[in-house]
């Protein structure tokens, strides 16, 4: 291991040789023994398999930008709860104050999500892509068999009614909005790329809060 991983397990950790740490390579998770610690590298010598899963379901994750404690913590929770891709959304409410600070945090949510990837043993980090218009980013969503839209609207049905029950879905997208909530245009744009709303209930939830109870309840629907 090297560069900033190492920086930290060396330095800050202050490793051993002896210690065992899981290690992925992004396809599979196996035990190491530290062998040696230097500076910015750290060797290992490989064990055992370690059991580790990855969801049967492609989740991505349409969330709208909010106030940056609000997202960041969204983001390790859904890493922890098994999204494959997260598109951060410059939605028509999302705070204007956020919108240019947000291109600049890339590195920092790479950074909490892979955090978020190791603590919940994932072998793959989630993809965090660029800022995004709604639109755009609803019509890139073609191939998923499972598109949700989040609505706060009294005639949405709930999430239970939209998941098919015992269907294989090889690829699902959740869209979530701002606090302020999707703007017609914004439902017009989901709905013309096959979105379907739906609601978690009568309380209004803030977005952090949705995205934590969606992805434990589409977890729960499709048997992950």
Request: proline share 6%; charged share 25%.
């Amino acid at each position: 291991m090297e560069g900033d991983a190492a920086h930290h397990l060396g330095r800050v950790l202050r490793a051993q040789p002896g210690q065992l740490y899981e290690l992925s390579d992004g396809q599979q998770v196996r035990l190491g023994r530290i062998e040696k610690v230097a500076r910015d590298r750290v060797d290992f010598a490989l064990l055992e398999d370690v059991p580790a899963h990855e969801p049967a379901v492609h989740i991505t994750l349409l969330l709208s930008i909010v106030k940056f404690d609000a997202f960041e913590w969204a983001i390790g929770k859904a890493t922890e709860l098994g999204v494959s891709a997260i598109v951060p959304l410059a939605a028509a409410r999302s705070e204007k104050a956020l919108l240019a600070p947000a291109a600049k945090r890339a590195e920092r949510w790479k950074k909490i999500l892979a955090e978020s990837s190791q603590q919940s043993r994932r072998i793959r980090i989630p993809a965090l892509h660029n800022l995004s218009q709604p639109a755009p980013a609803f019509s890139a969503s073609a191939d998923a068999s499972l598109k949700v839209m989040l609505s706060e609207r009294p005639d949405a049905p709930t999430l239970r009614k939209v998941v098919p029950a015992e269907s294989v879905l090889p690829q699902a997208v959740l869209a979530i909005g701002p606090e302020g909530g999707w703007t017609d245009s914004e439902f017009a744009a989901a709905q013309a790329s096959a979105f379907r709303e739906a609601s978690l209930g009568k309380l209004i939830l803030r977005t952090e809060t949705a995205v934590a109870a969606a992805l434990a309840s589409l977890n729960y629907a499709l048997g992950d």
